[in-house]
């Protein structure tokens, strides 16, 4: 997952207009006490930037006047946004965003057409950068092969047996084997009385046979 960049107001990647602006900040409440606050109309400052989002956030003053600020992203102008009093001071307020913008260069202008110093500050940018650009230090395979993890080759498929376990294959020992010819010898026997009573030749000849051993 892409992590957001966090660009401080003073960050010299945001160029602001010669005239126009001040330096202040307030500890505990601004991001790095740093603050770059509005100081004549007609202020601008553009940042540039290669990512898909940017936001835009800072203070604004209690008992403010009103502040009228146009921004645009590349040639795209937006309307005019308009901030009010607030009853207190607002720290970190979210004062202008974009999402899902085209994975490509993008340049944030901001210009001030309404307010007055003190009323509208800075604070710092946020913005998510191409995913490409922040893991230039991805190991490839022909630089950092030894940093590839392999998965381990399978050389001996018998597992252990875990003690006090008998083996999962059946072993037929000799009860099994007596009982299973004691079955086979009553159904033979039960077959021969049937066709001794069905047919009476075969009662005849067993007869015969018996009188034969006899004698």
Excluded at 17 to 33: D, F, I, M, Q, T
Aim: with cysteine.
């Amino acid at each position: 997952m892409t992590s957001l960049i966090r660009v401080d107001d003073r960050d010299p990647s945001i160029v602001y207009s010669e005239n126009g602006w001040a330096r202040g900040g307030r500890s505990g409440v601004e991001y790095n006490s740093t603050t770059t606050y509005l100081n004549a109309i007609g202020a601008t400052a553009t940042f540039n930037f290669t990512g898909t989002s940017v936001s835009l956030y800072g203070t604004l003053a209690s008992k403010s006047s009103a502040v009228k600020v146009q921004y645009t992203i590349d040639d795209t102008v937006f309307p005019m946004t308009n901030y009010s009093s607030y009853l207190s001071n607002a720290y970190q307020i979210l004062l202008f965003g974009q999402w899902n913008l085209t994975t490509s260069n993008h340049s944030l202008g901001i210009t001030i057409f309404q307010g007055s110093g003190f009323d509208y500050y800075l604070d710092y940018l946020d913005y998510t950068p191409i995913e490409s650009r922040i893991t230039t230090m991805r190991p490839t395979l022909s630089t950092a092969t030894s940093s590839i993890i392999m998965p381990p080759t399978i050389t001996n498929l018998s597992y252990p047996m875990e003690t006090g376990l008998q083996p999962t294959h059946k072993s037929y020992d000799l009860p099994y084997i007596a009982v299973f010819w004691s079955l086979v010898a009553v159904d033979v026997f039960v077959m021969l009385i049937f066709m001794f009573l069905k047919w009476p030749r075969w009662r005849t000849w067993l007869i015969s046979c018996a009188l034969v051993d006899h004698y």
